[in-house]
């Protein structure tokens, strides 16, 4: 079976990190752009990060740059999404997206192939 499981999330104070992960499971992430998105109660779903399968290249949404970090270890099928100085307005379910060819879902648009079920983010103030 070819999923997605996110993990790592939880409630946390302001200014705190958290790092999430997303783990393969039945396909090999190498040849996979994964990208992180959530969606907060009441809100549309939007991009956080992304990182090509090709270079490891990034990108990320405005809100989150220079605070969360996203990465890839191959060896362990993982993708990884380091959150720090973490905000109330960074609640939201995060969820995230394989996708073989990448262009939309690295431009931060949507797309993917598969995508994991999600997991809670609460930031308390």
């Known amino acids: 079976q070819l999923q997605l499981v996110e993990s790592g999330g939880g409630l946390v104070q302001l200014g705190v990190s958290l790092r999430l992960s997303c783990a393969a499971s039945g396909f090999t992430l190498d040849y996979y752009a994964i990208g992180w998105f959530r969606q907060a109660p009441g809100k549309e779903r939007e991009g956080v990060a992304c990182i090509t399968s090709s270079d490891g290249s990034t990108n990320y949404a405005d809100y989150v740059k220079g605070r969360f970090t996203i990465s890839r270890d191959n060896d362990k099928n993982t993708v990884y999404l380091q959150m720090n100085s973490l905000k109330p307005e960074d609640t939201a379910i995060y969820y995230c997206?394989?996708?073989?060819?990448?262009?939309?879902?690295?431009?931060?648009?949507?797309?993917?192939?598969?995508w994991g079920q999600g997991t809670q983010v609460t930031v308390s103030s």
């Open positions: 997206a394989a996708d073989r060819h990448g262009a939309r879902l690295c431009a931060l648009r949507g797309g993917g192939d598969y």
